[in-house]
């Protein structure tokens, strides 16, 4: 079973940028595609970013897209959230997980990792 670890989360100024990565355990990681998603105090959580298995195909929330960059390195079993032009709204902690197909497919998503806090100040 894989298991996901996310780190880079922090506070950071309006404008500013972060890079959140997920270190992925197990063998298979490479077999699937991964996402990011995030969730605000008193909001659901909500689609951020996904990307396929060989980093071929990637989509991104209509909310990031321009701004945030999903990529993987599966030599290292790693996803990485490039996150450029942070504004305050962008605020919640953000979560990667797994997806059981090679593409993404909406609302699969069966391993998620603990999250890590990102908070953008104005």
């Known amino acids: 079973q894989v298991q996901l670890a996310e780190s880079g989360g922090g506070l950071v100024q309006a404008g500013g940028s972060l890079r959140l990565s997920c270190a992925a355990s197990?063998?298979?990681?490479?077999?699937?595609?991964m996402g990011w998603f995030r969730q605000a105090p008193g909001k659901e959580r909500e689609f951020v970013a996904a990307?396929?298995?060989?980093?071929?195909?990637?989509r991104y929330a209509d909310s990031v897209k321009g701004r945030f960059t999903i990529s993987r390195d599966n030599a290292k079993n790693t996803v990485y959230l490039q996150m450029n032009s942070l504004k305050p709204e962008d605020t919640a902690v953000y979560y990667c997980?797994?997806?059981?197909?090679?593409?993404?497919?909406?609302?699969?998503?069966?391993?998620w990792g603990q999250g890590t806090q990102v908070t953008v100040s104005s």
């Open positions: 197990g063998r298979t990681f490479s077999n699937y595609a």
């Open positions: 990307i396929s298995w060989s980093g071929g195909s990637t």
């Open positions: 997980a797994r997806s059981p197909t090679p593409y993404y497919i909406p609302n699969t998503f069966v391993s």
